[in-house]
């Protein structure tokens, strides 16, 4: 029973690890490289971000037999006589001596991946050589030098490993997939919008409103064109209007859909409530509108970005702070922003920490489970 619990909380910190940082060192140009581990090549590829590699933990500790131990704030690690603490929640690696050392860490496909940099610090040291593939941690008890080492493994070095591709499963892993909601567009900006998230390489789904696709047909055009998710948001976004009755609210959502069908040729199932499904959307309303067939989507992940506008720092921690919560639970992020002018500022920042975190970025489709706050699953 207490292994069984010291198991959770060690595999729960791993979960809830966010971000704890580090100094990078490496600055090739390698997307990926075989490392080596005294004098053999191991089977971890050390990938490089940000002109860092990273190893996984759990692997690069079986291969250098460190013992790892979860503590209520952080991993210990025990390795090369040493020890040092990775601290969770952006601490960094406390070092032997009581120094803290920058030490970035990430979720990758719920592995958690760390600087290599944090075997110098237990007292290893590193090669790295990009121009010959190498990169290699070791220590005293390695008998071949770097030259030696190479010449053994030149014909597994080159050419480089190209990274592996995450495999794509059709059903989506609990926790490591995020879906991006943009609300009450299309608008005068939602090309800009676009333009980020193809730069990103991300896509989003739309929760559009009827009169806005009259005016912006183009961007529901480019929407359905770079494969992005198409939702409704109503007609009036009045809630003495939409709310009024449930024949209403069905009326203004089918209205929504129609337009949506006159402009793209589709129509969607996927509905979102103006201000949400909480309180108004009672089962009344839920019986009337969801027994059409359509499926209700609210988010839990809330950027408040119409509240804090250009404060991109405000939202940028709002919308992080909520996506590690859900890290706990393994339960993926649907993140609620607008499609408005003040949201592109942070737009690239978030986009580029969730990526770094491992997020893969879906669309809502009507194959997905809706997540809505009365847990409605219809
Ligand atoms: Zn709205």
Redesign the pocket.
């Known amino acids: 029973m207490a292994t069984k619990k010291i198991m959770l909380l060690f595999m729960s910190l791993f979960l809830c690890f966010g971000v704890i940082q580090t100094t990078a060192s490496a600055t090739g140009v390698n997307k990926s490289l075989k490392l080596g581990v005294g004098d053999t090549l191991s089977g971890i590829t050390a990938v490089s971000q940000n002109d860092t590699y990273y190893v996984p933990l759990r692997a690069l500790a079986a291969e250098l037999k460190w013992t790892l131990t979860g503590l209520p704030d952080g991993i210990q690690v025990d390795g090369g006589g040493r020890t040092l603490r990775l601290l969770g929640d952006n601490g960094g690696a406390k070092l032997q001596d009581g120094t803290v050392a920058k030490a970035d860490t990430f979720l990758q496909n719920g592995t958690l991946m760390v600087p290599l940099k944090i075997s110098a610090y237990l007292g290893y040291i590193i090669s790295f050589e990009p121009e010959k593939y190498l990169l290699r941690v070791y220590d005293a008890s390695a008998t071949l030098d770097d030259a030696g080492f190479l010449s053994k493994y030149k014909s597994e070095l080159t050419p480089p490993v190209t990274p592996e591709e995450p495999a794509k499963t059709p059903v989506a892993k609990p926790g490591t997939t995020l879906y991006l909601t943009f609300?009450?567009g299309p608008s005068a900006t939602t090309s800009e919008l676009l333009d980020i998230l193809d730069k990103y390489d991300v896509k989003a789904t739309f929760f559009m409103i009827g009169p806005n696709m009259n005016r912006y047909p183009s961007q529901v055009k480019r929407i359905v064109e770079m494969g992005s998710g198409l939702g409704l948001?109503g007609m009036t976004?009045r809630k003495e209007k939409f709310y009024a009755s449930a024949s209403a609210a069905l009326a203004e959502m089918n209205g929504d859909n129609a337009i949506l069908t006159k402009i793209t040729g589709k129509g969607t199932t996927l509905i979102r409530p103006?201000?949400g499904s909480k309180p108004y959307f009672t089962k009344t309303f839920r019986d009337k509108v969801l027994g059409q067939g359509y499926h209700l989507w609210d988010w839990n992940v809330d950027s408040d970005d119409w509240k804090y506008k250009e404060d991109s720092a405000t939202i940028y921690t709002t919308v992080m702070n909520q996506v590690h919560k859900l890290q706990h639970s393994r339960t993926n992020p649907v993140i609620l922003m607008h499609d408005q002018k003040a949201t592109l500022k942070v737009l690239p920042r978030l986009l580029e920490s969730l990526k770094k975190e491992g997020y893969t970025f879906e669309i809502i489709t009507k194959d997905v489970e809706p997540l809505n706050f009365w847990r409605d699953k219809r």
Do not use: T
């Open positions: 609300d009450d948001h976004h103006p201000y």
